[in-house]
T-cell receptor, first 110, second 114 residues
Framework: TQLLEQSPQFLSIQEGENLTVYCNSS?????LQWYRQEPGEGPVLLVT???GGEVKKLKRLTFQFGDARKDSSLHITAAQPGDTGLYLC??????????WGAGTKLIIKP | DAGITQSPRHKVTETGTPVTLRCHQT?????MYWYRQDPGHGLRLIHY???????DKGEVSDGYSVSRSKTEDFLLTLESATSSQTSVYFC?????????????FGPGTRLLVL
């Protein structure tokens, strides 16, 4: 069974701080996605990374795919209360199935 | 918003009763998925469909069945609900894009089995 481990599971920080969320696996993925989910709603795609070593930026969010395509990170600069939510990573395996991490619950306090 | 609705949005039922959840999409996407989401487990795939009458099992399919008689509707049935099936259920469709597949999710159904 392929696993995607996310860490930390929970993070509560003050507005303005920086943070990094990690997504790790022993398996290689053809692509990796990050989703954000707000309470009472379904996850919404933030970004897809495809190439080993790829870095994508979405305003204050920076996503990186590991060189070996087994891990990824999400870095948020100067976090804001609007960044609060559940962040999920999902890797596409060789059977074209999405393997999901358990999520990181992020709370940004004003 | 990919035009995905789920019904009901909330349901309370008793152990042993059958329950059917409905997912409806308006854009004729071929692939549809049912997930459950529980704390500490993320999203786990129950069943998926790749066309009318074409379905397959996911990671946690025991106790669940699905049907897809029309492109737009994907039904999930709990044949005899158990307390372990208390969860939030999400339906999703997938869209192939320039950088690969994107899944779009419905708003979820919160199910409580007493």
């Amino acid at each position: 069974t392929q696993l995607l481990e996310q860490s930390p599971q929970f993070l509560s920080i003050q507005e303005g701080e920086n943070l990094t969320v990690y997504c790790n696996s022993s398996s290689v993925f053809s692509s990796l996605q990050w989703y954000r989910q707000e309470p009472g709603e379904g996850p919404v795609l933030l970004v897809t990374v495809v190439t080993g070593g790829e870095v994508k930026k979405l305003k204050r969010l920076t996503f990186q795919f590991g060189d070996a395509r087994k891990d990824s990170s999400l870095h948020i600069t100067a976090a804001q209360p609007g960044d609060t939510g559940l962040y999920l990573c999902a890797g596409m395996d060789s059977n074209y199935q999405l393997i999901w991490g358990a999520g990181t619950k992020l709370i940004i306090k004003p | 918003d990919a035009g995905i609705t789920q019904s009901p949005r909330h349901k309370v039922t008793e152990t042993g009763t059958p329950v059917t959840l409905r997912c409806h999409q308006t854009e004729n996407h071929r692939y549809m998925y049912w997930y459950r989401q529980d704390p500490g487990h993320g999203l786990r795939l129950i069943h998926y469909s790749y066309g009318v009458k074409d379905t397959d099992k996911g990671e946690v399919s025991d106790g669940y069945s699905v049907s897809r008689s029309k492109t737009e509707d994907f039904l999930l049935t709990l044949e005899s609900a158990t307390s372990s099936q208390t969860s939030v259920y999400f339906c999703a469709i997938s869209v192939q894009g320039r950088v690969g597949e994107t899944q779009y999710f419905g708003p979820g159904t919160r199910l409580l089995v007493l």
